[in-house]
């Protein structure tokens, strides 16, 4: 009988150890669960809070004019950062990006074709052409980037071949800088304007496109095509005249309504 107590004892005792063993595991990997819980509760707070800054300065940018989100930057250039993160952040759900487009365009056309960027963010197309490129941006991260108020940039007169807006229009004095590229473009340099597609949806509060167009025109450009196809952006491709009308007739600009986000 002794024996048999025994023998019982002995496979009590390694049950017994690993009911002890399981416990331990069940409650470190309960304290890693809540670990990762909070962690993952914090990851989502930081976005959020990330992503309504980023919805409050780009309102800002697309409601004061150029030389206001100049100073606006100026005064804190941190948050130029945090809006290019959560644009960064946005342009990732887009299933084609318009600087991609741009990029082929001009891969397509001559290397020698000097190009202006306004508005240029991380210069994107600059690194990916083999062309001169003039990148402009209200901050610069990079040494190739001239900070500048995009209607008032440092070129000189028609020295530029390609004029390019990639969602750039954004102030509220957004002909200012169409007037400033027509000042820098040379006679039939391009005009290259990507932009969101709902800004050109008069349904929904956009302007109307072929006013919008003809303002340009009146400026002193031909548009040569336009393309509509993607649902996410619209691309207009102009070309400013050879010979310029010295006396130009005022233009009515029509709104460009602001590109707000909401918030995911």
């Known amino acids: 009988m002794e024996a048999k107590k025994g023998i019982n004892r002995k496979r009590r005792t390694p049950h017994h150890g690993e009911s002890q063993t399981k416990k331990k595991r069940r409650k470190l990997e309960e304290v890693d669960g809540k670990s990762k819980s909070s962690s993952s509760f914090l990851d989502k707070m930081r976005a959020r809070l990330s992503g309504g800054h980023f919805r409050m ?5 697309y409601t004061c004019t150029g030389s206001e989100a100049l100073s606006y930057f100026e005064e804190d250039p941190s948050l130029f950062n945090v809006y290019h993160t959560g644009y960064q952040e946005q342009m990732s759900h887009w299933p084609q990006q318009p600087v991609n487009i741009i990029i082929k ?11 202006a960027d306004f508005g240029c963010g991380d210069a994107c197309l600059a690194r990916n052409v083999k062309n001169k490129v003039f990148s402009f941006d209200l901050v610069s991260n990079d040494p190739s980037v001239i900070v500048c108020d995009m209607s008032n940039t440092p070129l000189k007169s028609s020295s530029i071949d390609v004029a390019v807006f990639c969602l750039s229009l954004m102030g509220t004095n957004f002909s200012s800088y169409l007037q400033e590229a027509h000042r820098v473009l040379k006679p039939c340099g391009w005009l290259l304007i990507a932009e969101v597609k709902s800004r050109f949806d008069p349904n929904t509060g956009g302007a109307e496109p072929n006013k919008f167009s003809k303002a340009i025109c009146k400026l002193g450009f031909t548009l040569e095509s336009k393309d509509f196809s ?26 460009l309504k602001p590109c707000l986000y909401k918030r995911r």
């Open 230 to 255: 993607n649902k996410m952006f619209v691309l207009l491709y102009f070309k400013k005249k050879e010979k310029q009308n010295s006396k130009v007739k005022e233009i009515d600009w029509p709104e």
């Open 57 to 61: 300065i780009n309102e800002k940018l």
């Open 105 to 115: 365009w001009l891969k397509d056309h001559s290397p020698s074709l000097i190009v």
